[in-house]
């Protein structure tokens, strides 16, 4: 067989499922399309995404979910057709209570009754049983042309016998007990429990809307003129004044503020800008006025790609999922066979027909497993949605299960846990002179782009006329500033270092820092230490890393007594210097092979290949795209306490699922033999089921309460 290369990608949003075997339906019937090669439909969301050869068009797709009685809708009206679900959920609820609650009345106190009340009884749990509840009859009906059931079937089969059987005892007048109230309360607490869920389902979603409706839809033009969003295209300047958000994704031209990014970055603390600084857009302005230059806009933009990140996490599925699809696909067909079963051995034991058939029904209601099919769909919405909102993009469901397991960190050193740019961190040096050099020396050094260069020139603000600037490689440069002659570099530069300034050379190289001479003429007066500076949040983050039971590597192509420096500063376990990109991602399967579950955490284009290799590559947002696009995790901003934030995170998420999944599990494993020796009768079963389902769904949105480090 021909294996095809080449294949496309396609979305579909499907309305109507209502139950973890209607998505496994659909993705069967959709697996059995000719060119698709993998389909994954996730019923919390109700979207459905193929994988398919390249000739597939979408029309064969939407005729297997259609042909199953499904509908395909557009992904922006998937909001509006859960809220007009929930709508009809309530309304149909509220019919079936108000109904309901006499049928019970008559049925349980005898004091109530009168003639012919059984007849009453029969008229208004009737239109309960058929009408309220006439959604899970016709998905029964089409399960059934389909040779298949889910557990709408369970709850149509349960409701329907208990009717039947009432109305054979009240029309042919037999000896038996009459059920018309336990149909009715049955169909009413399960559209109770199906509109609870449909809420839940819908509050899930929350986050993620909340960061899609953040923009802001106009934009001010520089010359005054108001347009919206849409319009904007690169190049194009607008202003943003304070309390406003910025339109789009640009570089500020000019006037500096502060910008609150927390929605998009998790960070707490509004970010001083000014000229040259990018910003996000969808970020507050705090206080001054600004102008941004656009440079992304629509769906090139940081917001936009997050939406579209976290929108695809939500959609997947992790592995403790596809046990639950196993379980989900065979459980109906084992507890219809059960509930015959239970109402054959009653029989046989010799029991009435009114109790086999009571422990029958209670079988098949206690058995429908919908918290099963909510228990891992709902956590991942509600675990990648507080993570998205916390600024930390986690890029699909089984991507939960490699963060929990991860017990060695591999931190990139420049950009992660460093500034990763040059800064001056002291100037050494005292005399009458030493303010005129450092002036002097800042002036000459502007004249250069080398970083540290302009780690030097930021001394001083004055400048003053350089002439004669001369660079000479290795040891540093030499010219005149205002006609005096100031140099800037190595010792050999100079003829004479003064005994100060040569004291605080040697302690900066001892320090593993930068250090470089100033003086005028070739007398060394002043020192520059200049250093890539930690990051004032590292510590902490490798602190909390390490409490997780995470064993600490600083990874680092510097020299190794400047690595070293770094790594004591933080507190790391061990630090690996000198090492090229290639040897990073080398290390990464030598941890690996020797039986480690490895996250490796970069920035920079070198830390690509040991990104890819790791069991969780961890990008920093500020870092490049090509580190991103290798990284299982983004975290959107440079701080880098947000990684334990997202280890924390995941596994909160996954030891959620896994709680909904034991009890939805063990719900049923304990009531089943409860409900078939008689001890649990249809109407306690049916507010059971309900309850389960509540669970999972209180239990998940437990998540949104997460609160991480920077908080």
Not at 93 to 122: C, H, K, N, Q
Not at 411 to 422: A, F, N, Q, S
Not at 643 to 650: F, G, H, Q, R
Request: aromatic share 4%; charged share 20%; glycine share 10%.
């Amino acid at each position: 067989m021909a294996l095809i290369e080449h294949h496309t990608r396609t979305e579909l949003t499907v309305d109507g499922m209502t139950c973890a075997g209607c998505a496994s339906r659909v993705q069967e019937a959709i697996g059995g399309v000719d060119g698709v090669l993998d389909a994954n439909v996730n019923f919390a969301t109700g979207r459905v995404v193929v994988q398919h050869a390249d000739g597939v068009g979408e029309r064969p797709l939407r005729s297997a979910i259609e042909s199953l009685g499904y509908s395909v809708i557009e992904a922006t009206a998937a909001d509006d057709a859960a809220r007009t679900r929930e709508r009809e959920l309530w309304r149909r609820f509220v019919v079936a209570a108000v109904l309901t609650v006499p049928v019970m009345a008559l049925s349980m106190i005898g004091a109530l009754r009168f003639d012919g009340w059984e007849w009453v009884v029969a008229a208004l749990a009737t239109p309960v049983i058929f009408v309220a509840g006439w959604t899970f009859h016709r998905a029964a009906l089409l399960n059934l042309r389909h040779r298949t059931a889910t557990m709408d079937t369970l709850v149509s089969v349960g409701t329907t016998a208990a009717w039947t059987w009432s109305a054979v005892v009240l029309l042919a007048d037999v000896d038996g007990h009459l059920y018309f109230e336990t149909g009715a309360v049955i169909i009413t607490l399960i559209l109770l429990g199906k509109y609870a869920e449909s809420r839940a389902k819908r509050r899930s979603g929350d986050a993620l809307r909340a960061l899609a409706d953040l923009g802001a839809p106009t934009a001010r033009l520089v010359d005054g003129t108001e347009v919206p969003v849409e319009e904007l295209v690169p190049g194009m300047r607008f202003v943003v004044r304070p309390g406003e958000r910025i339109a789009t994704d640009g570089m500020i031209v000019e006037g500096r503020s502060a910008v609150d990014a927390s929605m998009i970055t998790g960070e707490p603390v509004p970010v001083e800008v000014g000229p040259g600084d990018e910003v996000i857009g969808a970020t507050l302005n705090a206080d001054g006025s600004i102008v941004v230059e656009a440079t992304r806009v629509g769906a090139e933009t940081a917001l936009a790609q997050i939406v579209e990140l976290v929108d695809r996490a939500q959609g997947s599925r992790a592995e403790v999922q596809r046990l639950a699809d196993r379980v989900a696909r065979v459980f109906v067909p084992v507890a219809i066979a059960i509930s015959v079963v239970t109402l054959a051995a009653w029989l046989a034991f010799g029991d009435s027909v009114d109790e086999a058939f009571t422990a029958a029904v209670a079988v098949l209601i206690i058995a429908c497993p919908c918290a099963l099919g909510l228990a891992t769909p709902l956590g991942i919405m509600v675990g990648t949605g507080r993570a998205a909102q916390l600024g930390v993009i986690i890029k699909g469901g089984e991507i939960l299960e490699d963060t929990r397991a991860v017990d060695v960190a591999l931190l990139d050193k420049t950009g992660t846990v460093t500034e990763g740019r040059m800064e001056l961190v002291e100037v050494a040096g005292s005399g009458e002179r030493r303010e005129e050099i450092v002036r002097l020396a800042a002036t000459l050094e502007s004249r250069s782009e080398h970083p540290i260069a302009r780690a030097i020139a930021s001394a001083s603000g004055d400048h003053g006329v350089v002439d004669d600037f001369v660079n000479r490689p290795g040891a540093g440069v030499v010219g005149r500033v205002d006609g005096i002659e100031v140099r800037v570099g190595r010792p050999e530069l100079f003829s004479e270092v003064a005994a100060e300034a040569a004291t605080a050379l040697a302690a900066a190289e001892e320090r593993a820092q930068i250090a470089v001479l100033a003086g005028l003429g070739e007398r060394a007066e002043v020192v520059f230490v200049v250093a890539d500076r930690v990051k004032p949040t590292s510590a902490d983050a490798v602190r909390a890393l390490r409490g997780q039971g995470l064993r600490v590597v600083l990874l680092s192509g510097d020299r190794r007594a400047t690595a070293e420096a770094v790594g004591s500063a933080v507190g790391v376990d061990e630090v690996i210097a000198e090492v090229r990109p290639d040897d990073k991602a080398a290390e990464v399967r030598r941890l690996q092979e020797a039986g480690h579950r490895v996250a490796m955490v970069g920035d920079g284009i070198n830390d690509a290949p040991a990104l890819a290799t790791a069991d969780l590559g961890v990008a920093l947002g500020t870092g490049t795209d090509v580190a991103v696009e290798a990284s299982d995790l983004t975290i959107v901003s440079g701080d880098l306490r947000a990684v334990p934030e997202a280890i924390e995170l995941s596994r909160r998420t996954l030891s959620t699922i896994r709680g909904n999944l034991f009890w939805a599990f063990a719900y049923n494993v304990a009531a089943i033999p409860l409900a078939a020796t008689g001890v649990l009768n249809p109407m306690i079963a049916a507010g059971a089921m309900g309850l389960s389902s509540l669970f999972v769904v209180s239990n998940s949105l437990r998540l949104r309460g997460f609160e991480g480090l920077r908080r």
